[in-house]
Nanobody
Framework: QLQLVESGGGLVQPGTSLRLSCTAS???????IGWFRQAPGKEREGVSC????????YYSDSVKGRFTISRDNAKNTVYLQINSLTPEDTAVYYC?????????????????????WGQGTQVTVSS
């Protein structure tokens, strides 16, 4: 059983940056890791994903250029660097793990492909 724990969220001002972390207990060598977010009253939205060993990374159009995903397999941790935060980025951010062979550039945004989810970390952007 893979467990994921997110951290790094908080209350920040517009224009600042945050780095979210997703640490997994257990081996994730075969898992792609995705980051999703859900704002109040909205559907869960995929924002980024990184492959297991191929290094491929994907971003939604809404965050491309501001978000950067990376992973440190030695630490079983995936990071999401978020720059130039805006109030529209306010949401609960979740990381999720899915089998890498099932996740591609055209499917990574589908929550159903991810087998394990963290509990989420709140990001609030407000002045």
């Amino acid at each position: 059983q893979l467990q994921l724990v997110e951290s790094g969220g908080g209350l920040v001002q517009p224009g600042t940056s945050l780095r979210l972390s997703c640490t997994a207990s257990g081996f994730t060598g075969y898992h792609a890791i995705g980051w999703f977010r859900q704002a109040p009253g909205k559907e869960r939205e995929g924002v980024s994903c990184i492959g297991s060993s191929d290094g491929n990374s994907y971003y939604s159009d809404s965050v491309k250029g501001r978000f950067t995903i990376s992973r440190d397999n030695a630490k079983n941790t995936v990071y999401l660097q978020i720059n130039s935060l805006t109030p529209e980025d306010t949401a609960v951010y979740y990381c999720a793990a899915g089998w890498a062979h099932a996740i591609s550039s055209t499917s990574w945004t589908y929550p159903a492909l991810y087998n394990y989810w963290g509990q989420g970390t709140q990001v609030t952007v407000s002045s």
